[in-house]
């Protein structure tokens, strides 16, 4: 399912913008900080149940304190309302 991609100048000015994810290389970024290994793994669990349920799987990166991921659309060639979709519901994590 190919998705209409979003710009970098454009990904600024959209209301729908997850708040915290930078535009890089074409695709979207976030990072947090946990207090140990095992917040983060947890974190990083979550975050995969909700990529599976939306067959969206982000790049994921973790260790002791620390989770980064990166979205993107694959077959759009960039970032997508996909994209944004799933950082919201990532960042609803967090919270």
């Known amino acids: 399912m190919q998705s209409t991609r979003i710009a970098r100048e454009d990904y600024k000015n959209r209301p729908d913008r997850p708040e915290g994810w930078q535009f890089q290389d074409e695709g979207i970024e976030r990072e947090w900080k946990f207090a140990d290994f095992a917040s983060a793994l947890q974190f990083?669990?979550?975050?995969?149940?909700?990529?599976?349920?939306?067959?969206?799987?982000?790049?994921?990166?973790?260790?002791?304190?620390?989770?980064?991921?990166?979205?993107?659309?694959?077959?759009?060639?960039?970032?997508?309302?996909?994209?944004?979709s799933l950082a919201a519901q990532?960042?609803?994590?967090?919270?």
């Open 44 to 84: 990083v669990n979550q975050v995969g149940q909700l990529a599976d349920a939306a067959h969206h799987h982000p790049d994921i990166s973790f260790g002791w304190g620390y989770a980064r991921i990166r979205l993107t659309t694959h077959d759009s060639g960039g970032v997508t309302v996909r994209d944004l």
């Open 90 to 95: 990532i960042n609803s994590l967090a919270r």
